[in-house]
């Protein structure tokens, strides 16, 4: 009796469920909002129904998922373990089943709480949960998994204590860990719905007391958070979890970690919880942090990936940025030019004119020149005049035809030979604009 989600049976039992209801693939595919070809292929167990649809599934169907994702199926010479028999057929003796018996598998390495959830006895599953004495023995190899789903079978059907169950999975694991990827996405697509904003809260705030031993020998308490902000943030842009992110804004005080955000925004292609998140923060709490020692101007540049200026812009305009011209300078440099002409438009003040005319004069940026000229004193035009590349001649000509010169406070080693290109061009009558 193998314990692995079957697809095939999976559909099938989905199929069972039509039936009874009355409801036809057409009516699910509706509800799903999915096609009738996708819907087909999963009853079929040619493909699998992702978690959200399978989520659902359990919601029109009134049943649990952990129902829904174990059925499996029997071979002909599989016979019912007495631990099944008991939930089937004759719940009244398992009260009289010893603690030490009743968390232990059977002959088939499971645990008679997974008999429980699988055959959806809520009541039954309360019941042994209230007897407060442990149901699965914890040196077992699958002490964790069985927790996890007992944590989410109490989730989803409100039975139960929860906390209880993730404080017996962190003191085990040392952490709030799912082995299971399903059980994982299940858990936290839960965690998302409307009504748990009180148990999303939990999570964010709450520490739990583990026992550890230094070097291995000397035990000590260690407080561990439930679940720390950057494993928050993990799974919020995994699951796209927009309530849950909301929820960690507002129970941090200082959530700034702009650039672990940007590399999950990029690994997960959620630009849409970024703009959430930029939606939420205080630009004047932002320019009051130190960037200096920190990759932030990497993390903006990184955004331009999104395609899409309009999230560059907030986010600088946020304050997420160390050195605005090294900034500019990076993007005159790879030449975006759409982007260092909006922030010129819009945050002209942010940027040193000077260095950007430096930069511009430097990659041969003419057109970026043009723009700059009516922005700069006529001392940053005699610079920019300075600073031309010696056969740049082109552009020398058209500084000075809007005023520049050459002087002695911008007097550069090579000065002379931009005179005597300069020169020798106009003896040679090259108009050349």
Same mark, same amino acid.
Do not use: W
């Given at each position: 009796?193998?314990?692995?989600?079957?697809?095939?049976?999976?559909?099938?039992?989905?199929?069972?469920?039509?039936?009874?209801?009355?409801?036809?693939?057409?009516?699910?595919?509706?509800?799903?909002?999915?096609?009738?070809?996708?819907?087909?292929?999963?009853?079929?167990?040619?493909?699998?129904?992702?978690?959200?649809?399978?989520?659902?599934?359990?919601?029109?169907?009134?049943?649990?998922?952990?129902?829904?994702?174990?059925?499996?199926?029997?071979?002909?010479?599989?016979?019912?373990?007495?631990?099944?028999?008991?939930?089937?057929?004759?719940?009244?003796?398992?009260?009289?089943?010893?603690?030490?018996?009743?968390?232990?598998?059977?002959?088939?390495? +499971?645990? /008679? %709480? !997974?008999?429980?959830?699988?055959?959806?006895?809520?009541?039954?599953?309360? #019941? =042994? $949960?209230? *007897?407060?004495?442990?149901?699965?023995?914890?040196?077992?190899?699958?002490?964790?998994?069985?927790?996890?789903?007992?944590?989410?079978?109490?989730?989803?059907?409100?039975?139960?204590?929860?906390?209880?169950?993730?404080?017996?999975?962190?003191?085990?694991?040392?952490?709030?860990?799912?082995?299971?990827?399903?059980?994982?996405?299940?858990?936290?697509?839960?965690?998302?719905?409307?009504?748990?904003?009180?148990?999303?809260?939990?999570?964010?705030?709450?520490?739990?007391?583990?026992?550890?031993?230094?070097?291995?020998?000397?035990?000590?308490?260690?407080?561990?958070?439930?679940?720390?902000?950057?494993?928050?943030?993990?799974?919020?842009?995994?699951?796209?979890?927009?309530?849950?992110? +909301?929820? /960690? %804004? !507002?129970?941090?005080?200082?959530?700034?970690?702009?650039?672990?955000?940007? #590399? =999950? $925004?990029? *690994?997960?292609?959620?630009?849409?919880?970024?703009?959430?998140?930029?939606?939420?923060?205080?630009?004047?709490?932002?320019?009051?942090?130190?960037?200096?020692?920190?990759?932030?101007?990497?993390?903006?540049?990184?955004?331009?990936?999104?395609?899409?200026?309009?999230?560059?812009?907030?986010?600088?305009?946020?304050?997420?940025?160390?050195?605005?011209?090294?900034?500019?300078?990076?993007?005159?440099?790879?030449?975006?030019?759409?982007?260092?002409?909006?922030?010129?438009?819009?945050?002209?003040?942010?940027?040193?004119?000077?260095?950007?005319?430096?930069?511009?004069?430097?990659?041969?940026?003419?057109?970026?020149?043009?723009?700059?000229?009516?922005?700069?004193?006529?001392?940053?035009?005699?610079?920019?005049?300075?600073?031309?590349?010696?056969?740049?001649?082109?552009?020398?000509?058209?500084?000075?035809?809007?005023?520049?010169?050459?002087?002695?406070?911008?007097?550069?080693?090579?000065?002379?030979?931009?005179?005597?290109?300069?020169?020798?061009?106009?003896?040679?009558?090259?108009?050349?604009?």
């Amino acid at each position: 009796m193998p314990d692995i989600i079957d697809s095939k049976n999976v559909g099938e039992y989905i199929k069972k469920l039509l039936r009874e209801h009355s409801m036809t693939q057409d009516d699910l595919s509706r509800k799903l909002n999915i096609s009738k070809s996708a819907v087909s292929q999963n009853l079929n167990g040619k493909s699998t129904f992702d978690i959200q649809n399978l989520m659902h599934i359990v919601e029109i169907f009134d049943i649990s998922l952990d129902q829904l994702m174990h059925q499996k199926s029997k071979e002909p010479n599989d016979t019912m373990s007495e631990y099944e028999r008991l939930v089937v057929h004759d719940q009244s003796k398992i009260s009289l089943i010893e603690t030490t018996q009743i968390k232990n598998p059977d002959l088939y390495g +499971k645990f /008679l %709480i !997974e008999y429980v959830m699988e055959h959806g006895e809520k009541d039954l599953f309360k #019941s =042994l $949960a209230n *007897r407060g004495t442990s149901l699965v023995d914890k040196n077992h190899s699958r002490y964790s998994e069985v927790v996890s789903r007992m944590l989410l079978y109490t989730i989803e059907n409100d039975v139960g204590n929860p906390k209880n169950l993730m404080h017996a999975l962190i003191e085990h694991e040392g952490a709030l860990t799912f082995k299971d990827s399903k059980i994982e996405e299940a858990f936290y697509t839960l965690v998302e719905k409307d009504a748990s904003e009180d148990f999303r809260k939990y999570l964010m705030r709450e520490s739990v007391s583990v026992q550890n031993k230094l070097f291995g020998k000397i035990p000590y308490n260690q407080h561990v958070k439930i679940l720390p902000r950057k494993k928050a943030l993990e799974v919020i842009f995994k699951y796209n979890l927009k309530r849950t992110l +909301k929820t /960690l %804004i !507002e129970t941090t005080k200082r959530l700034y970690d702009f650039e672990y955000l940007v #590399s =999950l $925004a990029l *690994r997960y292609d959620k630009k849409n919880l970024l703009e959430l998140y930029l939606s939420q923060v205080d630009p004047g709490e932002v320019r009051k942090l130190d960037f200096s020692m920190r990759a932030v101007d990497d993390a903006l540049l990184k955004l331009r990936k999104f395609n899409d200026i309009e999230l560059f812009l907030e986010a600088f305009d946020k304050g997420f940025f160390d050195d605005p011209n090294a900034l500019m300078e990076t993007l005159i440099k790879e030449g975006d030019t759409k982007l260092y002409d909006h922030l010129l438009s819009t945050h002209k003040n942010a940027f040193n004119l000077k260095k950007t005319a430096n930069a511009a004069v430097y990659y041969k940026d003419h057109g970026l020149v043009r723009t700059l000229v009516p922005m700069v004193t006529q001392d940053t035009l005699n610079f920019m005049l300075a600073e031309t590349h010696e056969d740049d001649v082109k552009l020398m000509k058209y500084l000075i035809r809007q005023g520049a010169a050459f002087d002695i406070n911008h007097y550069r080693r090579g000065t002379y030979e931009k005179i005597n290109t300069l020169l020798s061009h106009l003896l040679k009558g090259d108009d050349a604009s």
